[in-house]
């Protein structure tokens, strides 16, 4: 049973007909543009005035592909776990336990 009202779908759902059915409030979203695109040679797709910078990308057995945007911030500060890891690379650094010399002529 659904109840449509305003902005928001009521759906009602019952897994197993001994559990209480259980409600969930879904957004519903309106298209603002509608349009066709093509994918070019290096297999693109040119959004047409994106509102953001960085999408994060979902790709579904149908063909379907969900882009929802994403805000990239810096982080307020390192975090502990990070800072050990650092401390442990460069205290092995420093004890000569590092990796054999990568060759890098060719580039």
């Given at each position: 049973m659904i109840h449509i009202d305003k902005y928001y779908v009521w759906a009602y759902y019952n897994i197993r007909w001994d559990i209480p059915p259980d409600?969930?409030?879904?957004?519903?979203?309106t298209a603002?543009?509608?349009?066709?695109?093509?994918i070019?040679?290096?297999?693109?797709?040119?959004l047409r005035g994106a509102t953001f910078q960085y999408y994060n990308v979902k790709e579904y057995d149908n063909g379907c592909i969900m882009l929802e945007p994403r805000e990239l911030t810096v982080?307020?500060?390192i975090s502990?776990?990070?800072?050990?890891?650092?401390?442990?690379?460069?205290?092995?650094?420093?004890?000569?336990?590092v990796?054999?010399?990568?060759?890098?002529?060719?580039?």
């Open positions: 409600i969930v409030k879904v957004r519903i979203m603002v543009k509608d349009y066709t695109v093509h070019d040679s290096k297999k693109r797709v040119t982080p307020d500060s502990a776990r990070t800072l050990e890891d650092m401390d442990r690379a460069i205290s092995n650094f420093k004890l000569g336990e990796s054999p010399a990568i060759d890098l002529s060719d580039f």
